[in-house]
């Protein structure tokens, strides 16, 4: 049977290129929205990271009605960090709307996404989404979008891919650039035309894979996934199964059944093949799990999710200051919080180490792993975090490492320091062509190599360069990566630092402190221009005497402090430092507090 009445599909792009706004569009349009309904943008990045960060991390499920047809959409990540979120919602579609920005292009997630995409078999539509930008490069972006195709072996049916021109801001489409439309009536109708309904068998038994769960604190886990065959009703009883593990199989019933209307689950009684619903009620449901009808017990094929590539150790905060600010302080709290992430984040790994306070926390890349960290401690966690290190492997005998694809846009005059930097790391040139005034530069190079680069970056492209990458594959060790060149400022002493210390402090290098912030000995309080660490007492006060000096009682002068997000502390501290996480401040630490401990152990190690 063939369900006419339906049609499922993901929006796949590069971050920023304008998913979210374009799925605002479609729900107004496909009336899900009241004629005079205050309705706040990007409706759907309802996390309060997506929000303030302007990236979309969780996939999410809507749906519009168009024609009598109900149209699910999901709406999926743009940060390759965050792919597996994309892998997985893949095979809960028949067809993906590929979406490329008018003036960027394809870039190094579009790669990745659609290369997903292409494997599973889903139709293509292009959708060129920006087309209103003055800088819009329309006729050759067709050109690089067929070239991407053409390289990740894409079929003739999907090379022969409907091309639809939209701008989501302005919530219009239409098939040829040179008449601009008036609304999305176009790409409405190409996803009726282009994308196959969902097709199987209604009167089987059921059966659906879980691509997706939620977790409610009232109902519990709620799984989120397409009906492969059959008809699923609330109260029914099912076998659950895995397709990687023959021996786990439970039954369970199903106490609620949604199915997904605009930003709404709604309650129903039953739901057909081809529907996208959820279900709760079944106690440890996972990703990759299959319900089944318990007459016929056949586990649904999953594909297997990329594996991580950085690790970082998460710890019980140890400092003098710790249990001061947070609610959640010990082992046992911490790891009952990492293990929960793992029943939603499928690409995230922890592991006990021989220390009962630390986790080994294994993600995609830096960004994967420090939005969790900053949902912990929002939640009131307090714990420590280890600089990020990337997972070798041993593939034929040799020692191995990921390699990431970066693609940075510059102005020409920055060429020249992205290029050495990127020597410095080990990256090479893979591609160079012009963009009107600025430059795009493809370069494979270790992930290790590209830890702490974006700030640098920033700095050496004044704001102006774009960096991103996703990850390429295994290649040979490519030999060492020098370290930051600079050194750190550690405070000497347990205190509060005061303006007559933070004075003197400040001429041996830049402050990432103010007068009256509470430091402890062994606290990275500054970064020192040159490569050793300085231990420096930002406590002094200033000797008092009855002896006045013209001039010394001047107002003492502090450059305004560099205060680190957590993304920045998290590239800058070196392998002997950690980033200590409180509800209420990031600290940089010492692994060692004690500066005479610290002393010796260095003594040791230069031998």
């Known amino acids: 049977m063939i369900r006419e009445d339906l049609r499922n599909i993901a929006i796949v792009a590069h971050v920023d290129h304008g998913k979210t706004t374009l799925v605002d569009e479609m729900l107004k349009q496909g009336g899900a929205f009241r004629e005079n309904q205050v309705v706040q943008e990007r409706v759907m990045d309802n996390n309060d990271q997506e929000r303030e960060r302007g990236i979309t991390i969780l996939a999410k499920n809507t749906s519009v009605h168009y024609n009598d047809v109900k149209i699910n959409i999901i709406d999926t990540p743009g940060h390759a960090d965050f792919g597996g979120e994309v892998e997985r919602v893949l095979k809960m579609v028949n067809g993906v709307l590929l979406l490329v920005d008018s003036f960027e292009g394809t870039m190094p997630q579009t790669r990745f996404v659609l290369q997903k995409a292409l494997e599973l078999g889903h139709k293509i539509i292009i959708v060129v989404n920006k087309m209103d930008r003055p800088d819009a490069r329309l006729d050759e972006i067709e050109d690089e ?62 059966q659906m894979l879980i691509s997706s769960i939620d977790y409610n604190d009232y109902v519990g886990r709620i799984a ?61 449901l996972t990703i990759g799990d299959t319900l089944c009808a318990p007459e016929a017990v056949e586990p649904i094929e999953f594909s297997a999710i990329s594996q991580p590539t950085v690790e970082m150790t998460f710890s019980v905060n140890d400092s003098p200051f710790a249990g001061k600010e947070g609610k959640f302080v010990t082992s046992r709290q911490l790891r009952e919080r990492l293990y929960k992430e793992l029943l939603k984040d499928v690409s995230l790994h922890v592991e006990d180490t021989d220390s009962t306070d630390s986790f080994k926390v294994s993600g995609r890349g830096e960004m994967h792993l420090s939005v969790l960290i900053e949902s912990m401690r929002r939640e009131g966690y307090e ?53 009107g005034s600025r430059m795009r530069i493809e370069f494979l190079v270790p992930s290790r190599g590209l830890f702490g680069y974006k700030n640098e970056f920033l700095t050496d492209t004044k704001g102006e360069g774009i960096m991103s990458s996703v990850f390429e594959r295994y290649e040979a060790y490519k030999g060492e990566i020098a370290k930051r060149s600079s050194g750190s400022l550690v405070a000497f002493e347990t205190g509060t630092a005061v303006t007559y210390g933070l004075y003197n402090a400040q001429e041996r290098g830049t402050l990432f402190i103010g007068a009256g912030v509470p430091v402890y000995e062994g606290m990275v309080i500054g970064q020192s221009p040159k490569a050793e660490d300085l231990v420096v007492n930002v406590c002094k006060k200033k000797q008092l005497t009855n002896t006045r000096a013209s001039g010394s009682d001047d107002a003492l002068r502090l450059i305004p402090p560099k205060v680190m997000s957590l993304e920045q502390a998290l590239e800058f501290i070196a392998d002997d430092e950690l980033v200590e996480v409180t509800p209420e401040n990031i600290r940089i630490r010492k692994a060692i507090l004690d500066n005479t401990q610290r002393a010796k152990q260095r003594f040791k190690a230069n031998g």
């Open 383 to 435: 714990l420590q975090v280890s600089t990020p290190r990337v997972l070798y492997r041993e593939i034929d005998g040799k020692k191995c490492e990921p390699i990431e694809r970066l693609v940075v846009d510059v102005p020409e005059e920055y060429m020249g320091s992205v290029m050495e930097k990127m020597g410095a790391r080990k990256g090479e040139l893979q591609h160079m062509a012009p963009q």
């Open 145 to 206: 979008v067929l070239e991407l195709l053409l390289e990740l072996d894409a079929t003739d049916e999907q090379l022969d891919s409907p091309i639809i021109y939209c701008s989501g801001r302005e919530g219009t489409a239409t098939v040829d650039y040179t008449k601009p439309g008036s609304d999305l009536k176009p790409l409405f109708d190409a996803i009726l035309d282009y994308i196959p309904a969902p097709e199987g068998e209604i009167d089987a038994p059921c």
């Open 224 to 284: 989120i996934g397409r009906i492969d065959r059959g008809t699923i009703t609330q109260g029914q009883e099912v076998m659950v199964c895995d397709y990687h593990n023959e021996k786990r199989r439970y039954k369970g019933k199903i106490a609620n059944l949604y199915q997904i209307e605009s930003l709404q689950r709604v309650p129903c009684e039953k739901a057909e093949m081809g529907d996208i619903v959820c279900v709760s009620g079944i106690e440890d």
